[in-house]
C-alpha cells in the first residue's frame, strides 16, 4: 500500500498520513484530507519556528511546557465570552459542566465542543485562543461558530460528585456533550478540539464510535499516545521526574477537595435519596433540550443499586460506579471490593504527595474499576484504537514533548490511516508552540498550534460535508428515568442538573456551605 510520509521543506516539519487512500470527504470535487492538509498555509510553511529563547536555552521542549502550564486566566478574563453554561449528571453519579458562547443565530452553526488536559479547566489559554478566533463574531475577528468548552470531573467550579476522576477512559462523558449538542441544534456540524488528556479522550471516543461518531471532524494538540511509554518517559531523568511531581501535585490538591466522595459514607448518603424505578421501556423525545439556567430537576437521580439483577442495565456491569458500592470491575477474574478500594486510595492520599504516574496508578485506576495499573495504562491509550477513527482528524505533536515524543510518537500507524493526520514540529514541547514574536498573518495567535486548529477547522467546514450519522436521543425509563441518552448507547445517559440539585442532592449536608 502506498503510503505518505511527508517531510516538508525544512526537517522541522513532519506530516504522516496515507494519501492514496486518504478518505474522500467531497463526492462532487473528490476533495480528501490530503487536499484538506494541503490547502493549510500554515503547513506550507514548512516549519514551525519557536521563540529566539527557547532556540538558545537547553530544554526547549521542558521550557516550552512550562510555559504553558503558567499562562493561566483562571477567572476567564481572556476566554471566549459565554452565554451561559449546563451541568450534565452521568449515569455513575459523576458530574461535568459545559460553557455555550451563545445560544443565538442559526441553529445550523457550526460548533466546536472542546476538552481540557489533565487538571484543567474551561478557561485553558492553550484552547481558548483557539474559540476566541472561531467564536467571536465576524465584526470581532471571528467566524462566529459555536462553542462550548468542558470542565471535566473536579476541575474548575464542577466537584467531584462520584469517587471517578477525570481520565481518558470517561468517553461517555464527552458523547453526553455530544448527545446534547446534536439534540438542542439540529443540522449543525459538530467538530471536537481535545488538548493533552483531553486529545486522548475525544480519540478514545471517535475510536469507539467508528462509523458512527455524530462529527464531522477533529483536532487534538500533544495526545499522549501511550501512556505506558510516556510513563517510563515521565519516570526517567531528575527534570521529566520533577515535571511528573508537579502534575502530581497538582492532582493530589483536587483529591484532597473533593475527598469526601472517597468514602463509604457519601455512598450512602447519595443511595439515601435516589430510589429504583421498575419500568424498563425507553420511548423517543422529539422536544428540545432544556436550556440554561433551567430549575432543579423534579425527578431525583434514578439509584443503580439493582442494576446487577436488571435486563436493562446489563451494559453498565462493566463501567458504573453504584451508589451502593456494587462497584464496576473490567476484569471479572479480579473483582473489586469497594470498601478495601476506597480505604487504600485514602491512605495512599495520606502518605504524602505522589507523583502523575503514581496518582494515575495509584488512585484513577482503581477508582475507574481496574484490577491493575496496567489494565488501565493499556484501556485508555489512544494508539490502540487509531484504526478505529473513521471522520478526519489532524493530530500535532511535537518531537520535544516531554510526556511523549521522538521515537514514542506513532508515526508507523498514522502512516497506515485514512482518517487521520499527525504533524509532528521538531520543537513545541507540551502544548505549548510559541512561536517568534506574534504570528505575521494572524497576529491574535500567540501559538503556532492555534493557527493550525483555525486553519484546519476552517476549511475543512469551507467543503460542507455531508451531515455524519444522526443520534436518536430517548428518554430512559427504569433506573435511567429523568435520564435522556442515545438510542443503543445507554452509557451515554446524562440529566441536566443545577449546581443547587447538585450540592443538596449528590452532596451529603455536611459539606454544604
Not at 321 to 336: F, G, K, Q, V
Not at 389 to 418: F, H, T, W, Y
Amino acid at each position: 500500500m502506498p503510503l505518505f510520509t511527508r517531510t516538508c521543506a525544512q526537517p522541522k516539519l513532519e506530516v504522516f498520513h496515507n494519501s492514496e487512500n486518504s478518505v474522500q470527504l467531497d463526492p462532487s470535487s473528490r476533495t480528501t484530507l490530503s487536499h484538506v492538509l494541503d490547502a493549510m498555509s500554515c503547513l506550507k510553511a514548512g516549519q514551525f519556528r519557536q521563540s529566539r529563547i527557547f532556540r538558545v536555552l537547553p530544554g526547549s521542549g521542558i521550557l516550552q511546557t512550562v510555559r504553558s502550564t503558567f499562562q493561566r486566566d483562571p477567572k476567564g478574563r481572556h476566554a471566549m465570552p459565554v452565554a451561559g453554561s449546563e451541568r450534565f449528571l452521568l449515569v455513575d453519579f459523576g458530574s461535568i459542566s459545559i460553557r455555550v458562547s451563545t445560544y443565538d443565530g442559526p441553529v445550523t452553526t457550526p460548533i466546536v465542543i472542546a476538552s481540557h488536559g489533565v487538571g484543567g479547566e474551561w478557561w485553558a489559554a492553550y484552547l481558548q485562543e483557539i474559540l476566541k478566533s472561531l467564536g467571536l463574531t465576524a465584526s470581532a475577528g471571528g467566524l462566529g461558530w459555536r462553542t462550548i468548552s468542558l470542565n471535566l470531573r473536579g476541575c474548575g467550579d464542577n466537584n467531584l460528585t462520584s469517587p471517578q476522576m477525570h481520565h481518558p477512559g470517561h468517553i461517555h462523558d464527552l458523547g453526553a456533550v455530544v448527545a446534547s449538542a446534536q439534540q438542542q441544534f439540529p443540522g449543525a456540524p459538530i467538530y471536537l478540539l481535545g488538548a493533552s488528556l483531553g486529545a486522548a479522550l475525544v480519540q478514545n471516543y471517535l475510536a469507539e464510535m467508528g462509523d458512527e461518531a455524530p462529527v464531522s471532524g477533529a483536532m487534538v494538540l500533544s495526545p499522549v499516545w501511550d501512556f505506558a511509554k510516556s510513563k517510563a518517559t515521565m519516570e526517567g531523568d531528575w527534570i521529566h521526574r520533577k515535571l511528573n511531581n508537579a502534575v502530581g501535585g497538582e492532582m493530589h490538591a483536587m483529591f484532597n477537595r473533593n475527598k469526601r466522595v472517597f468514602t463509604t459514607e457519601h455512598a450512602e448518603a447519595v443511595s439515601a435519596v435516589t430510589s429504583p424505578v421498575s419500568s424498563r421501556q425507553a420511548t423517543p423525545i422529539s422536544t428540545p433540550l432544556s436550556t440554561p439556567n433551567s430549575s432543579p430537576m423534579s425527578t431525583p437521580p434514578p439509584s443503580l443499586a439493582s442494576y446487577s439483577s436488571s435486563e436493562d442495565i446489563q451494559p453498565f456491569a462493566s463501567a458504573a460506579c453504584s451508589p451502593r458500592l456494587e462497584y464496576p470491575t473490567h476484569n471479572a477474574d479480579h473483582p473489586i471490593d469497594p470498601k478495601v478500594m476506597l480505604e487504600n486510595v485514602r491512605t495512599l492520599a495520606r502518605s504524602g504527595k505522589l507523583s502523575l504516574t503514581e496518582f494515575s496508578d495509584k488512585i484513577i485506576a482503581p477508582t475507574a474499576g481496574y484490577a491493575t495499573a496496567e489494565e488501565f495504562v493499556n484501556a485508555t491509550s489512544s494508539v490502540h484504537g487509531l484504526h478505529k477513527i473513521k471522520v478526519p482528524m489532524l493530530c500535532l505533536n511535537a518531537n520535544d514533548d516531554p510526556l511523549l515524543g521522538g521515537d514514542d510518537l506513532p508515526r508507523d500507524q498514522a502512516s497506515l490511516s485514512e482518517h487521520v493526520a499527525m504533524v509532528v514540529t521538531r520543537f513545541g514541547g507540551h502544548l505549548g508552540w510559541f512561536g517568534r514574536g506574534k504570528d505575521g498573518k494572524r497576529p491574535e495567535f500567540k501559538r503556532w498550534s492555534s493557527r493550525v486548529a483555525v486553519e484546519f477547522f476552517e476549511e475543512l467546514n469551507k467543503l460542507q460535508l455531508p451531515p455524519p450519522p444522526q443520534l436518536r436521543i430517548v428518554e430512559g425509563r427504569g433506573i435511567l428515568k429523568g435520564y435522556l441518552h442515545p438510542e443503543g448507547r445507554p452509557m451515554q445517559a446524562f440529566m441536566k442538573i443545577s449546581a443547587l440539585f447538585t450540592r443538596i442532592v449528590i452532596t451529603p449536608p455536611d459539606r454544604i456551605v
